[in-house]
């Protein structure tokens, strides 16, 4: 390993087209912290497999998704990015430390609660074991440090029990217990100004929309609902439009957006108008190198099996050092 400060390992699954929710809740952190870390970050196909009725999204979401992160600053040349299934020592490692992984706790985890309550007729015995395969995916590449979002917390405890339960079991040390970097990032909500920016919801804004779609779906956002008439006065504070100029706009624009909201000296459609502006200018180098990347579709496939290939170095020396410590017979004799 290099001189940083350690190995950072994070995933998503290949949810296709990233939106602004994405950016800000993932992959803005995961660009800054190839400064300081080894980064390994993951397209997790395999994890999409536990709530997918069917695939057929699956080969160009993972396209998208890596185009989106290819664009958006993370550079292969640095930093290792591949897709799941492409290292299968995952799934090898999943069933191993799925013999240390009680039953009990993997059924009161809230996001595996969460899911059997949103699709009660697809609970599969993958679907129960995803923090085992997310634990695999941590330790295969021997992580110090996650980055994740407060909806992982619990997965990533899980994380550090399944190290320790593992190693106490084979009295070893070979997996390391990794530490979780919570994101910090104020949720960003989407175009309704309710809930949380999704793409099952279609309350997003995509960060590789033209500038015609990003004002089209600005210009639908729901502003302060009191505000009923251009010239009543709003508030900003229960306002979404005014909460992305904060992440958005130059700090004199959103002091002024404040005052003029107050005292409706601007109207919705014009503070709108600013705001779409500005998102479109703060993507327009990232839209630029996109759209030449799209042009090159074989190479970015190519980055991904040389990602896959790298990582496949770490994850076999990983394994052989596993199935050590667990006692299994040699492959081939010493
Ligand atoms: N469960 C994570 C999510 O839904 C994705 C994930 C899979 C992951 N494996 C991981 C995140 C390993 C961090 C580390 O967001």
């Known amino acids: 390993m290099s001189d940083k400060k350690g190995r950072v390992f994070s995933g998503a699954r290949p949810t296709g087209r990233q939106h ?177 920016m999704s793409k099952s919801l279609d309350n997003h804004i995509e960060m590789a929309s033209t500038p015609e779609e990003t004002t089209q779906r600005v210009m639908s956002m729901l502003t302060d609902p009191q505000r009923l008439r251009r010239t009543d006065p709003g508030d900003p504070d229960v306002c979404n439009v005014y909460s992305l100029h904060k992440i958005f706009s130059k700090p004199e624009d959103v002091e002024r957006i404040n005052r003029e909201c107050r005292t409706a000296e601007i109207g919705c459609v014009q503070c709108k108008r600013l705001l779409a502006e500005n998102i479109n200018s703060y993507f327009a180098p990232y839209r630029e190198k996109r759209a030449a990347l799209e042009e090159k579709e074989d190479e970015v496939w190519d980055i991904l099996a040389d990602g896959a290939k790298r990582a496949s170095a770490i994850a076999e020396q990983t394994m052989i050092e596993v199935r050590d410590a667990i006692g299994l017979a040699p492959r081939q004799r010493a």
């Open 20 to 196: 602004l929710g994405n950016y800000f809740g993932a992959i803005q952190n995961y660009v800054a912290l190839q400064q300081d870390y080894d980064c390994v970050y993951c397209i997790v196909d395999v994890h999409a497999l536990t709530t997918m009725e069917t695939t057929e999204n699956i080969r160009q979401n993972t396209l998208e998704m890596a185009l989106d992160w290819l664009a958006a600053g993370i550079d292969p040349a640095q930093s290792i990015l591949f897709v799941q299934s492409h290292v299968p020592q995952v799934l090898e490692l999943h069933t191993y430390l799925s013999m240390v992984s009680p039953l009990g706790k993997l059924s009161e985890l809230p996001n595996f609660k969460e899911e059997v309550k949103n699709h009660p007729n697809n609970v599969n015995y993958g679907l129960l074991g995803y923090p085992v395969l997310m634990t695999s995916d941590i330790v295969l590449y021997k992580t110090n440090v996650v980055p994740v979002g407060v909806d992982q917390q619990s997965h990533l405890e899980f994380a550090r029990e399944t190290v320790r339960s593992f190693n106490y079991r084979y009295q070893t040390d070979v997996l390391i217990e990794p530490q979780m970097k919570l994101t910090a990032f104020p949720k960003i909500l989407g175009t309704d100004g309710k809930a949380k």
